[in-house]
């Protein structure tokens, strides 16, 4: 990084705070850029680099950061990239990215938001991404902001744009299971009658496959009490052997024993049929508080090999916190078991948070209700399961963003904007 390639900007002087260039800090020792806010409110200031580039070609944007008083750090600390064209405009988008809001038109490109990892012990985060140059690209402006921080510093080091790879396809299979379990008075029955249904979602290759809520309790006339078990326990060992042998992750929904405590709980099983994790429902509707269930806590995000997966349960649909909870933590896609809910939220749900949301409801298509579906990123349905055709499959790739015009690659984008208040 050659520091005097960067020049030090503020949107009016009296909200500038104070930049150093210190050629010999930094952990490789070859410079620092740093931008220091004192104790005034409001103060904004960005350091910025224009770079040439190949229009057509992809890039790797890379460099350390770390902070020192800084609140919240996504929305005061923003490195960001925007592409040029000839004539130093934004450019152009080669392809549309939405069929939603203005389709077939390629938008103009709005900045890139590349992610930040975790600290090292010195403090020290890498931030970094890997984007296409749209092809009407000349150059690129590398910016690095600080704003709103007062008494805070950032700085910045080893910064720089380099031709890289085009980043691999991530694409998987999610599959939702449309069955409401008829017939039987035990929980070992329900779990039988989903044997078949998850064969079949895994002979289409499934590569995640969701049920519905309370799945080994619903229709079986037992008390939440009556149907509680512990996890691990009988049900988490039926489906985990059903996991292993179509190697697939599958999200298990139960009554949980916890001690004295209930709660109604989604289980992610792996394709080794391991539990990867839990999730106890936060948001309890009356009929639940009523009989005792316990409400969770927490909104756990869980790192498998197809994508990180967060879950929700039936009434958090109609709350934008959980799911925006699960997005702030990462969740490139969130399971949602649902006895009932209003359709528009879960593609409300899906398209605020620009994740994919798969849904496993009871509801009947014709009570006009929630629907068992694969929804994208606009909230649209890729595919829906129904009593006639129990299974849908949707492929996804999860490395393809979605490009909106005036919004960019929202996903990236709208952590930078929300309010903290939600975390």
Known sequence: MQLHDWQAHAPR?????????????GPDGAGVLRIVADARDGLVGWWSSRVPVHGGQHYRFRALLR??????????????????????QRAQRDEAMTSTLWPGQAPVSEPEYPATGAADAAGWSVVEAVYPAPRAAVAADLELWLRWAPSSRVEWAAVGLTPAAPP???????????????????????????????????????????????????GTGLSFAEAAEPVPGPSTAYFAALAREHRTHLVLPLIERDRHL??????LLDPNGAVVGRYRKVTLPRGECDAGIQ???????????????????????????????????????????????????????????????????????????????????????????????????????????????????????WPRHCPDEVR
């Open 295 to 413: 409400p969770g806590d927490s909104f756990p995000v869980f790192e498998t090999r197809i994508g990180r997966i967060g879950m929700m349960i039936c009434y958090d649909g109609f709350f934008p916190e959980p799911a925006r909870r699960l997005a702030l933590a990462g969740a490139e896609i969130i399971a949602f078991p649902v006895w009932g809910c209003n359709p528009r939220l879960a593609a409300a749900r899906a398209i605020e948070n620009h994740v994919y949301l798969v849904s496993s409801t009871y509801c009947p298509p014709e009570l006009g209700w929630m629907v068992s579906g694969v929804y994208d990123h606009e909230g649209q349905l890729l595919a829906q399961a129904t009593p006639a055709a129990p299974v849908a499959v949707a492929s996804v790739d999860l490395a393809r963003p979605l490009l909106w015009g005036s919004l960019g690659d929202f996903r990236a984008e």
């Open 262 to 267: 209930l709660y109604n709980t989604a289980v």
């Open 168 to 218: 691999a396809p991530r694409v998987v299979r999610l599959a939702t299971i449309h069955h409401l379990p008829q017939g039987g008075h035990r929980v070992a029955e329900n779990c039988a009658q989903a044997v078949p249904l998850v064969a079949q979602a895994a002979g289409q290759g499934a590569d995640l496959v969701v049920l519905g809520e309370c799945f080994t309790h619903a």
């Open 13 to 25: 002087d009296e909200v500038r705070p104070h930049f150093e260039q210190d050629p010999r800090g």
């Open 67 to 88: 902070t020192a008083g800084v609140p919240v750090p996504r929305r005061q600390v923003q490195p960001r990239l925007v592409w040029l064209n000839a004539a130093g």
